[in-house]
C-alpha cells in the first residue's frame, strides 16, 4: 500500500531484502525493485539500492536482468561510489553468460576503481582470474588469483578466497604441477 515518496516503505523493503539475500535472492531482488519504484529518480539512495538490485539479481540466476540493470545504471549519470561495484557485478554477469573477454575488460574497469571495498576488490581480483583461466591466459590468471587471494582473506569473502584457490590450483594442474 505504499505510494511513490513514503518515507518508510523504502528502509523497510531494503531491510528486509537484506536480510532475504542469503536464502533467497530472486526475492531480494523484487523488494529492492519495489523500494527503487518507490524512489524519485534524483534520490541520492536510489544508485545504491539498484547495484544491490543487480547483485540479487545475479545470484538468483537472472543473468540478463543482472546484466540489463548494471548496463541502465553504467549508461546514465549516477552515484560514482557504486561504479566498481556494478562493474564487479556485470563481470560476472558477461562471465557466468559465456562471454568471458568482456567479463574480464568490466572486471578491470572495475579495479581501476579507487572507491571499490577490499571486498570489491577481491571479488573484481578473482573473478578476472577465473576470466582468464577461461581465456587460457594461466600467467594473467594465476598473477590476478594471487592478487585476489591475500585481499579476499582480509576481507573475510571466502567467495572471493575460493574463486581464487580454484584458479590458482587450476593453473597448476595445468601446468602439469
Not at 518507490?38 to 545470484?59: K, Q
Not at 562471465?95 to 575488460?105: F, T
Amino acid at each position: 500500500g505504499a505510494t511513490p515518496g513514503d518515507p518508510e516503505a523504502v528502509p523497510w523493503l531494503a531491510r528486509a531484502a537484506r536480510q532475504a539475500a542469503p536464502r533467497s535472492p530472486d526475492v531480494a531482488a523484487d523488494l529492492l525493485d519495489r523500494a527503487v519504484l518507490l524512489m524519485a529518480p534524483g534520490d541520492p539512495g536510489r544508485d545504491g539500492l539498484l547495484a544491490e538490485r543487480a547483485s540479487s539479481l545475479m545470484w538468483a540466476g537472472r543473468i540478463a536482468d543482472a546484466e540489463a540493470t548494471c548496463r541502465m545504471l553504467l549508461g546514465r549519470d549516477h552515484d560514482r561510489s557504486v561504479e566498481g561495484a556494478v562493474r564487479v557485478c556485470l563481470g560476472h554477469a558477461l562471465l557466468a553468460g559465456g562471454r568471458a573477454r568482456e567479463g574480464l575488460n568490466e572486471l578491470e574497469r572495475a579495479c581501476q576503481s579507487s572507491l571499490l571495498t577490499g571486498a570489491e576488490r577481491a571479488e573484481a581480483l578473482a573473478w578476472a582470474s577465473l576470466a582468464r583461466l577461461v581465456l587460457a591466459d594461466l600467467d594473467g590468471a594465476a598473477a590476478a588469483a594471487a592478487q585476489a587471494r591475500p585481499v579476499a582473506v582480509a576481507a573475510r569473502d571466502h567467495l572471493a578466497t575460493s574463486v581464487a584457490v580454484v584458479s590458482l590450483a587450476q593453473v597448476s594442474e595445468l601446468r602439469g604441477d
